[in-house]
Protein backbone atom coordinates (compact mmCIF):
# COMPACT_ATOMS: atom_id res chain seq x y z
CA UNK A 1 0.00 0.00 0.00
CA UNK A 2 1.34 3.20 -1.18
CA UNK A 3 1.23 5.88 2.49
CA UNK A 4 3.39 8.48 0.48
CA UNK A 5 0.00 10.49 0.37
CA UNK A 6 -1.26 9.57 4.16
CA UNK A 7 -1.85 13.57 5.26
CA UNK A 8 -4.03 14.03 2.66
CA UNK A 9 -6.41 10.99 2.42
CA UNK A 10 -9.77 11.24 0.36
CA UNK A 11 -13.19 10.61 2.22
CA UNK A 12 -14.97 7.24 2.08
CA UNK A 13 -17.28 8.33 -0.90
CA UNK A 14 -13.94 10.14 -3.09
CA UNK A 15 -12.51 6.54 -2.35
CA UNK A 16 -15.21 5.11 -4.67
CA UNK A 17 -16.15 7.40 -7.03
CA UNK A 18 -12.39 8.17 -8.07
CA UNK A 19 -12.58 4.34 -9.11
CA UNK A 20 -15.96 4.34 -10.40
CA UNK A 21 -15.12 7.58 -13.03
CA UNK A 22 -12.08 5.86 -14.25
CA UNK A 23 -13.55 2.74 -14.55
CA UNK A 24 -16.59 4.37 -16.65
CA UNK A 25 -20.02 1.40 -16.49
CA UNK A 26 -20.54 0.94 -13.02
CA UNK A 27 -22.17 -2.61 -14.10
CA UNK A 28 -19.17 -4.79 -13.63
CA UNK A 29 -19.25 -5.44 -9.97
CA UNK A 30 -19.54 -9.49 -10.67
CA UNK A 31 -17.11 -9.34 -12.86
CA UNK A 32 -15.05 -7.62 -10.21
CA UNK A 33 -16.39 -9.96 -7.42
CA UNK A 34 -15.10 -13.07 -9.60
CA UNK A 35 -11.73 -11.72 -10.33
CA UNK A 36 -11.20 -10.96 -6.71
CA UNK A 37 -12.39 -14.36 -5.58
CA UNK A 38 -9.93 -15.90 -8.35
CA UNK A 39 -7.14 -14.12 -7.22
CA UNK A 40 -7.67 -15.02 -3.48
CA UNK A 41 -7.90 -19.02 -4.65
CA UNK A 42 -4.40 -18.29 -6.65
CA UNK A 43 -3.35 -17.19 -3.39
CA UNK A 44 -4.21 -20.11 -1.84
CA UNK A 45 -3.07 -22.28 -4.84
CA UNK A 46 0.31 -21.39 -4.55
CA UNK A 47 1.46 -22.24 -1.24
CA UNK A 48 -0.32 -25.91 -1.47
CA UNK A 49 1.60 -26.27 -5.03
CA UNK A 50 5.23 -25.58 -3.24
CA UNK A 51 4.17 -27.45 -0.32
CA UNK A 52 3.58 -30.80 -2.21
CA UNK A 53 6.79 -30.16 -4.20
CA UNK A 54 8.70 -29.95 -0.80
CA UNK A 55 7.10 -33.00 0.74
CA UNK A 56 6.45 -34.99 -2.13
CA UNK A 57 8.78 -33.81 -5.32
CA UNK A 58 8.71 -35.06 -8.35
CA UNK A 59 10.44 -38.06 -9.65
CA UNK A 60 13.88 -37.60 -10.22
CA UNK A 61 15.05 -38.79 -13.30
CA UNK A 62 11.35 -37.97 -14.52
CA UNK A 63 11.16 -41.49 -16.22
CA UNK A 64 7.69 -42.61 -17.53
CA UNK A 65 7.45 -45.73 -14.91
CA UNK A 66 8.28 -43.39 -12.13
CA UNK A 67 5.38 -41.33 -12.78
CA UNK A 68 3.09 -44.20 -13.43
CA UNK A 69 4.43 -45.68 -10.55
CA UNK A 70 3.70 -41.99 -8.64
CA UNK A 71 0.27 -42.16 -9.55
CA UNK A 72 -0.66 -45.63 -8.21
CA UNK A 73 0.85 -45.08 -5.45
CA UNK A 74 -1.73 -41.70 -4.91
CA UNK A 75 -3.26 -40.02 -7.89
CA UNK A 76 -3.45 -36.45 -6.18
CA UNK A 77 0.10 -36.33 -5.44
CA UNK A 78 1.18 -37.24 -9.06
CA UNK A 79 -1.38 -34.42 -10.43
CA UNK A 80 0.13 -31.73 -8.57
CA UNK A 81 3.66 -32.65 -8.93
CA UNK A 82 2.63 -32.31 -13.19
CA UNK A 83 1.05 -28.66 -12.44
CA UNK A 84 -2.40 -29.00 -11.93
CA UNK A 85 -2.72 -26.38 -9.60
CA UNK A 86 -1.07 -24.60 -11.96
CA UNK A 87 -3.80 -25.13 -14.44
CA UNK A 88 -6.24 -24.27 -12.47
CA UNK A 89 -4.46 -20.93 -11.32
CA UNK A 90 -4.41 -20.54 -15.51
CA UNK A 91 -8.44 -20.87 -15.57
CA UNK A 92 -8.74 -18.46 -12.55
CA UNK A 93 -6.33 -16.02 -14.20
CA UNK A 94 -9.67 -15.53 -17.16
CA UNK A 95 -11.82 -13.16 -14.88
CA UNK A 96 -8.89 -11.32 -13.50
CA UNK A 97 -7.37 -10.34 -16.24
CA UNK A 98 -10.76 -9.55 -17.90
CA UNK A 99 -11.73 -7.40 -14.99
CA UNK A 100 -7.95 -5.77 -15.76
CA UNK A 101 -9.21 -4.83 -19.04
CA UNK A 102 -12.30 -3.15 -18.06
CA UNK A 103 -10.99 -1.39 -14.67
CA UNK A 104 -7.60 -0.30 -17.07
CA UNK A 105 -8.93 0.30 -20.33
CA UNK A 106 -9.18 4.08 -20.36
CA UNK A 107 -5.88 4.38 -18.91
CA UNK A 108 -4.21 2.84 -22.01
CA UNK A 109 -7.21 0.65 -24.30
CA UNK A 110 -4.33 0.04 -26.61
CA UNK A 111 -1.91 -1.72 -23.76
CA UNK A 112 -4.19 -3.87 -22.52
CA UNK A 113 -5.54 -5.11 -25.62
CA UNK A 114 -2.53 -6.12 -25.83
CA UNK A 115 -1.76 -7.17 -23.09
CA UNK A 116 -5.10 -9.29 -22.44
CA UNK A 117 -4.86 -11.29 -25.79
CA UNK A 118 -1.42 -12.19 -25.04
CA UNK A 119 -2.54 -13.02 -21.77
CA UNK A 120 -5.34 -15.19 -22.75
CA UNK A 121 -3.35 -17.13 -26.14
CA UNK A 122 -0.68 -17.81 -22.85
CA UNK A 123 -3.52 -19.53 -20.78
CA UNK A 124 -4.60 -21.65 -23.67
CA UNK A 125 -1.29 -22.25 -24.53
CA UNK A 126 -0.37 -23.64 -20.90
CA UNK A 127 -3.40 -25.31 -20.48
CA UNK A 128 -3.32 -27.37 -23.58
CA UNK A 129 0.61 -28.68 -22.73
CA UNK A 130 -0.05 -29.96 -18.99
CA UNK A 131 -0.70 -33.78 -19.80
CA UNK A 132 -1.29 -34.60 -15.94
CA UNK A 133 -4.86 -35.79 -16.67
CA UNK A 134 -3.68 -38.20 -19.78
CA UNK A 135 -0.82 -39.11 -17.68
CA UNK A 136 -2.91 -40.57 -14.69
CA UNK A 137 -4.99 -42.35 -17.32
CA UNK A 138 -2.30 -43.85 -19.27
CA UNK A 139 -0.69 -45.12 -16.03
CA UNK A 140 -4.22 -46.50 -14.95
CA UNK A 141 -3.40 -48.87 -18.39
CA UNK A 142 -0.31 -49.09 -17.69
CA UNK A 143 -0.96 -50.65 -14.35
CA UNK A 144 -4.16 -52.77 -15.98
CA UNK A 145 -1.85 -54.02 -18.99
CA UNK A 146 -1.55 -57.68 -19.28
CA UNK A 147 1.45 -58.41 -21.86
CA UNK A 148 5.11 -56.15 -22.17
CA UNK A 149 3.96 -55.24 -25.95
CA UNK A 150 1.01 -53.24 -23.57
CA UNK A 151 2.99 -52.06 -21.32
CA UNK A 152 5.81 -50.77 -24.18
CA UNK A 153 2.82 -48.85 -25.96
CA UNK A 154 1.72 -47.05 -22.71
CA UNK A 155 5.07 -46.14 -21.80
CA UNK A 156 5.68 -44.90 -25.18
CA UNK A 157 2.96 -42.87 -25.15
CA UNK A 158 3.98 -41.66 -21.80
CA UNK A 159 7.29 -40.71 -22.85
CA UNK A 160 5.33 -38.31 -26.10
CA UNK A 161 3.39 -36.57 -23.06
CA UNK A 162 6.27 -36.13 -20.99
CA UNK A 163 8.37 -34.17 -23.99
CA UNK A 164 5.60 -32.30 -25.23
CA UNK A 165 4.58 -31.36 -21.04
CA UNK A 166 7.17 -28.45 -22.05
CA UNK A 167 7.85 -27.68 -25.24
CA UNK A 168 6.82 -25.36 -28.06
CA UNK A 169 3.47 -24.71 -26.72
CA UNK A 170 4.57 -24.28 -22.80
CA UNK A 171 7.85 -22.06 -23.49
CA UNK A 172 5.66 -19.72 -25.73
CA UNK A 173 2.84 -19.62 -23.51
CA UNK A 174 5.11 -18.89 -20.39
CA UNK A 175 6.71 -15.88 -22.07
CA UNK A 176 2.92 -14.46 -23.66
CA UNK A 177 1.92 -14.37 -20.29
CA UNK A 178 5.34 -13.18 -18.68
CA UNK A 179 5.06 -10.35 -21.11
CA UNK A 180 1.09 -9.79 -20.37
CA UNK A 181 1.97 -9.35 -16.49
CA UNK A 182 4.55 -7.16 -16.73
CA UNK A 183 2.55 -4.61 -19.77
CA UNK A 184 -0.51 -4.67 -17.03
CA UNK A 185 0.91 -3.79 -13.99
CA UNK A 186 3.16 -0.89 -16.34
CA UNK A 187 -0.30 0.35 -16.87
CA UNK A 188 -1.76 0.51 -13.75
CA UNK A 189 0.81 2.63 -12.79
CA UNK A 190 -0.73 5.34 -15.37
CA UNK A 191 -4.23 5.18 -13.02
CA UNK A 192 -4.76 5.31 -9.81
CA UNK A 193 -7.07 2.31 -9.30
CA UNK A 194 -4.29 0.12 -8.25
CA UNK A 195 -1.58 1.17 -6.01
CA UNK A 196 1.81 1.71 -6.88
CA UNK A 197 2.89 -1.48 -4.57
CA UNK A 198 0.57 -3.44 -6.50
CA UNK A 199 1.74 -2.68 -9.46
CA UNK A 200 5.51 -2.88 -8.81
CA UNK A 201 4.68 -6.27 -7.19
CA UNK A 202 3.47 -7.42 -10.73
CA UNK A 203 6.87 -5.73 -12.32
CA UNK A 204 9.03 -8.05 -10.51
CA UNK A 205 7.05 -11.31 -10.18
CA UNK A 206 6.72 -11.73 -13.93
CA UNK A 207 10.08 -9.53 -14.86
CA UNK A 208 12.10 -12.72 -12.42
CA UNK A 209 9.98 -15.38 -13.67
CA UNK A 210 11.87 -14.64 -16.79
CA UNK A 211 14.85 -15.38 -15.22
CA UNK A 212 13.65 -19.23 -16.00
CA UNK A 213 15.76 -19.14 -19.08
CA UNK A 214 19.12 -17.89 -17.58
CA UNK A 215 21.57 -20.75 -17.47
CA UNK A 216 22.32 -22.50 -14.18
CA UNK A 217 20.11 -19.90 -11.75
CA UNK A 218 17.25 -19.99 -13.53
CA UNK A 219 14.88 -22.65 -11.91
CA UNK A 220 15.88 -20.57 -8.76
CA UNK A 221 14.61 -17.01 -10.00
CA UNK A 222 11.16 -18.54 -11.21
CA UNK A 223 10.89 -20.11 -7.80
CA UNK A 224 12.05 -17.14 -5.71
CA UNK A 225 9.13 -15.34 -8.19
CA UNK A 226 6.32 -16.50 -6.51
CA UNK A 227 7.04 -15.15 -3.40
CA UNK A 228 6.62 -11.37 -5.06
CA UNK A 229 3.35 -13.18 -7.06
CA UNK A 230 2.02 -14.81 -3.62
CA UNK A 231 1.79 -11.21 -2.32
CA UNK A 232 0.47 -9.66 -5.84
CA UNK A 233 -2.63 -11.73 -5.53
CA UNK A 234 -3.37 -11.00 -2.48
CA UNK A 235 -3.22 -7.18 -3.11
CA UNK A 236 -5.15 -7.88 -6.15
CA UNK A 237 -8.05 -9.74 -4.47
CA UNK A 238 -8.42 -7.49 -1.94
CA UNK A 239 -8.36 -4.38 -4.23
CA UNK A 240 -10.68 -6.23 -6.84
CA UNK A 241 -13.24 -6.95 -4.32
CA UNK A 242 -13.21 -3.60 -3.33
CA UNK A 243 -14.32 -2.54 -6.80
CA UNK A 244 -17.39 -4.81 -6.59
CA UNK A 245 -18.64 -3.35 -3.60
CA UNK A 246 -18.25 -0.05 -4.70
CA UNK A 247 -19.78 -0.93 -8.76
CA UNK A 248 -22.32 -2.53 -7.29
CA UNK A 249 -23.37 0.40 -4.99
CA UNK A 250 -23.66 2.65 -8.20
CA UNK A 251 -25.66 0.32 -9.65
CA UNK A 252 -27.88 0.35 -6.57
CA UNK A 253 -27.88 4.02 -6.51
Not at 158 to 177: E, H, I, N, P, R
Amino acid sequence: MNTSHMGALPTHSQRIAEPQAEIGDADWHWLFRAAGVAALLSAVCIPIQMIVFVAWPPPLNGSVGDWFRLFQTNRLIGLVDLDLLLVADNVLLIPILLAFYVALGRASESLMTIATALGLVGIVLFITSNPAIEMLSLSDHYAAATTDAQRTIYLAAGQALLAGWQGTAFQVGYLLSSIAGIVIPVVMLRGTIFGKATAVLGILANAIGLGLYLPAIGLFLALFSVVFLEVWYILLGRRLLQLGRSTAKAVTT
